[in-house]
């Protein structure tokens, strides 16, 4: 009887972003005759119920700050309670809090990259302290996986990455199908059948420019007919609310704290509008995209991978209300491209980012560093 090899998967937090959605599907989508996963997530929160509601065990270390020593004793009780064979940490968080003990114990570790921590619009200072943290790191890991290639490739000019590859993160193409049925959102939310809805699915938080979503909204004319939803919590959230009532948007936003019914969401929306400073490969984006809705998101690294502008979505500068105003009003102007790009985006989605190859490759890393027996 082949032996099991047991993982333990570490996230940064229980909260739902992109990160978390990966490790939800990649546990969900393991073969378990072969893989056991035991999660340690660094924050209670929604995921973590719903990890718990799907059978798996699932630890919270509660700490917010990567590095935190003060942790790594619990994260060591755990692995050695739980005789883990290997740890996957996905996240810089989650990296700094666990490689300690998997060092100390001789235990393989995979690195999941989804997006650096060191961003563009950080101090010199911060930025420097990061760089040198990643690098740190990756130096730890047995594997070091990014999620775009335009991740592996801003890392490796910036320190060596030994034995580093891209796996593509993949969407549930089930969960994610556009041709089911769905709920009906626009009229649980009072949202005309005819008015344009553009969606904003995201943690509001400064990574995604909640503040300059809004100030691009303000530009758009007020006689299209377009109305917009908010889906997320985060950091910013009141502030994005009183920006919203100074900038007299009321009327046209509706907000909705985080909401498990995403496909059902996106389901009722015409265009999904992504405004981020920087990612890995986003996955509300690639979920947006399988199910053909028109994309408006910035050029960055992560999404210039997946997005061909004029072919798949509109893409835009960062930090740009004007352009994001100018792509809003295109879009609602003219149906027939909202649908051509929708439907490439949907191609793009099938052809290439499927959550069944994703886990099989991941699958293969983790027999390459613990063999079966």
Not at 9 to 20: L, N, W
Not at 234 to 242: A, H
């Amino acid at each position: 009887m082949i032996k099991k090899i047991k993982i333990l998967q570490a996230i940064r937090q229980g909260k739902v972003g992109g990160g978390e959605t990966h490790v939800l599907d990649l546990v969900n989508e393991l073969d378990k005759q072969v893989f056991e996963s035991v999660v340690l997530s660094f924050t209670e929160g929604p995921m973590v119920d719903r990890l718990r509601s799907d059978g798996f065990k699932v630890y919270v270390v509660p700490t917010e700050k990567p590095f935190n020593y003060k942790v790594w004793k619990a994260v060591r009780k755990i692995v050695e309670q739980e005789k883990i064979d290997l740890i996957h940490a996905h996240g810089t968080r989650a990296n700094s809090n666990t490689f300690s003990t998997a060092k100390s114990l001789g235990i393989p570790l995979i690195y999941t990259v989804h997006g650096w921590s060191f961003h563009p619009d950080q101090s010199s200072t911060v930025k420097i302290i990061r760089t040198l943290s990643e690098r740190f790191l990756v130096k730890m890991a047995n594997r070091t996986i990014c999620v775009s290639q335009s991740n592996l490739k801003e890392g490796l000019s910036k320190f060596p990455m030994h034995d580093a590859q891209v796996i593509l993160n993949g969407i549930n193409q089930q969960k994610f199908n556009p041709d089911q049925q769905f709920k009906d959102v626009r009229k649980e939310l009072g949202i005309p059948a005819e008015a344009v809805l553009i969606g904003y699915i995201a943690r509001i938080t400064a990574q995604k420019e909640p503040l300059n979503f809004l100030r691009g909204i303000a530009q758009v004319p007020t006689d299209l007919n377009a109305k917009y939803l908010i889906v997320g919590d985060g950091e910013l959230k009141s502030e994005m609310l009183e920006l919203a009532s100074s900038l007299n948007l009321n009327d046209r936003l509706i907000f909705q704290d985080f909401r498990s019914d995403i496909p059902d969401i996106l389901n009722a929306v015409d265009i999904f509008c992504l405004p981020s400073l920087w990612e890995g490969l986003p996955i509300a984006l690639l979920e947006a995209m399988a199910m053909k809705k028109a994309i408006i998101a910035t050029e960055i690294d992560g999404i210039i991978d997946l997005i061909h502008p004029g072919e798949n979505g509109v893409l835009i500068p960062i930090s740009n209300p004007d352009k994001i105003a100018e792509a809003i009003s295109l879009l609602i102007e003219d149906p027939v491209l909202r649908t051509k790009l929708g439907e490439q985006a949907g191609a793009t989605v099938r052809e290439k980012f499927n959550v069944d190859k994703m886990t099989r490759s991941v699958e293969d890393v983790y027999k390459a560093l613990v063999p079966l027996t």
